[in-house]
Structure formats: structure tokens, C-alpha cells
């Protein structure tokens, strides 16, 4: 009996193998790839683009004279600059004469403006009032530019005949303080960062002189 107790069992085992493979199923035919789980390398997360280099900083944009300010900034141009000089001289004495901070804020610098914004609140203050008559423009020169760490500054003569009158609250003349239509020449110092996208100057100084 004992040969007939092993058949059973072997029947019996060959009956289990079957119905695990039915279930399971095996791995003999065509079979979708496992996903493998990757591991990020340490340069997963750098981008490279073509043909682009790091950013590093410049050297300090100095120079001296009109020539290096031409070699610094490649969008300043003589004519350009000399002609915008020109209409920017009666549009900033004329807000300066008319008490126009507003108008002055957008084309000098910061200190500039507060010296010009001191005078006309004094003057504005005591009654008195300024006339400027730009009669003739006769020249205008570009005399000198220099450029420290980015910081542009031109250097600009202006020759013109001009009436001034300035008249107290009464509206008398006051005669010291008066010129008529005389030669006058003035020098004023426009600025502007050449690292900056914005193209406009401002001026930062100014002398003025009567001519003989």
C-alpha cells in the first residue's frame, strides 16, 4: 500500500504545479518592461544651454575724453548728443524761470535739484519772479566726457544771447540782478550710468558767465 499512498501524493503535486502556473502564469512569453526606479545622477538638475557662457562681472568702465566715451558706449553719438544738448538748454531754463519743479525733476540730477528747488521757493517766497529770453542759440560745443565705474559725464559749452529780468513783488526791476540781452556762455555737465537702459541724460552742473 505504501507505492499507492505515493502515487496519490505525486498525482496530487503535479495537480497543485498546474493550477499555480494557470494562476501565475510564467515568464516565457512576450512581457511588458518592469519600470525600473532610477536614481537622480548629482548633474539631473543643471540645464546646459549651447553657446551660452557664465555671467561674470566686467571690469570697471573708466575712461578719459570724448574718444573713450565713444569706445564705452556704443550708442552715444556726437550729433545725437549735441542735439538733444540744444533743446534740453531753453525747456530747463525755462522751468527754472517759471518755477517748474516738475518739469525740472525730469531733466537734472538729484543735487542739482535741490539747489535749483532751494532758489525757487526763496525766490517764490519774497514775490519775485524771473524772466529768461533765449533770444539766439549761437553754438554749441562738446568739450570734454569722462567715465568713472559706468558713470558717464559730458561736458558741454553753450554760447547764447540771452535776456534775464528778474522783478521783486512789486514788479520792479530789480537791476542788480538783471541782465539784457547779453553774450552769455554756459557750461553745463550732463550724466548718465552708460550700463543702464536708459538713454536719457541729466544734468549735474552748471556755470554761468557774461561774455565781453
Known sequence: MPFIDILIF???AVFLIFRLRSILGNRDGFEKPQKTEQTESPTDNIINFKGKTPVTETAPLNG?????LRKLDASFKDEEF???AKAAFPLILNAFSESDLAGLRRY????LYEEFSSVVHQRDAAGEHLKINIENV????LLDAEISDGIATVTVKYDSIQSRILTDASDKVMK???ISSEQIEDIWIFERDIRSTDPNWRLVET?????D
Open 10 to 12: 505525486a498525482v496530487i
Open 64 to 68: 578719459s575724453g570724448l574718444k573713450d
Open 82 to 84: 549735441l542735439s538733444g
Open 108 to 111: 537734472v540730477g538729484f543735487d
Open 138 to 141: 549761437n553754438d554749441v560745443q
Open 176 to 178: 542788480d540782478d538783471s
Open 207 to 211: 556755470v554761468t558767465s557774461e561774455l
